[in-house]
């Protein structure tokens, strides 16, 4: 199986300050998937990098695949409390079926 | 509106007693998965279904059961369950495979004393 180790596990900033999420494996992924989750709810996707080198931006978000496929970070500029949540990344898994794997999350807390 | 609905939301139970927690989807998709959520472990695959009458396992398929007799829905079963079992699931859709978009339903807590 698969493994996608995600780091810091745990981030508390103030309101305003830039941060860095890392997504990280030995193996290559066709695609990586970021989700953010809020307490009481499912996770709801927020981009999908495909090609190795890829740099996806979604307002303050910035999201980045490896060129080799290995790993992906996410960068968020300007932190605002809203960010705060569970950011989840996501990758298929196909060493035995077609089965979906997720980090352990990293979990950001943004002080106002 | 598109969604994927679970029920129930809350579930507290007693070892052995068993149960099933229903799963539906609107958007005619045909990849359905369960997925176990516990502190510090993300989310975990529990099953996953490609199609109407085809199943697999994902990485923690044990004291779990699922089918799919329908598209539309992808019930979870434990057959006997225990206290290892208590965790939050979540059944998620999405069209096909490979990068597209899961959608999650809104949870089910389950608690096995």
């Known amino acids: 199986t698969q493994l996608l180790e995600q780091s810091p596990q745990f981030l508390s900033i103030q309101e305003g300050e830039n941060l860095t999420v890392y997504c990280n494996s030995s193996?290559?992924?066709?695609?990586l998937q970021w989700y953010r989750q809020e307490p009481g709810e499912g996770p709801v996707l927020l981009v999908t990098v495909v090609t190795g080198g890829e740099v996806k931006k979604l307002k303050r978000l910035t999201f980045q695949f490896g060129d080799a496929r290995k790993d992906s970070s996410l960068h968020i500029t300007a932190a605002q409390t809203g960010d705060t949540g569970l950011y989840l990344c996501?990758?298929?898994?196909?060493?035995?079926?077609?089965?979906?794997?997720f980090g352990a999350g990293t979990r950001l807390f943004v002080k106002a | 509106e598109a969604q994927v609905t679970q029920n129930p939301r809350y579930l507290i139970t007693v070892t052995g007693k068993k149960l099933t927690v229903t799963c539906s989807q609107n958007m005619n998709h045909e990849y359905m998965s369960w997925y176990r959520q516990d502190p510090g472990l993300g989310l975990r695959q529990i099953y996953y279904?490609?199609?109407?009458?085809?199943?697999d396992k994902g990485d923690v398929p044990e004291g779990y059961k699922v089918s799919r007799k329908e598209k539309r829905n992808f019930p979870l079963i434990l057959e006997s369950p225990s206290p290892n079992q208590t965790s939050l699931y979540f059944c998620a859709s999405s069209f096909r495979r490979l990068a597209y978009e899961q959608y999650f339903g809104p949870g089910t807590r389950l608690t096995v004393t």
């Open positions: 193996s290559v992924f066709s695609s």
């Open positions: 996501a990758g298929d898994d196909y060493t035995g079926g077609f089965k979906t794997i």
């Open positions: 279904s490609m199609n109407v009458e085809v199943t």
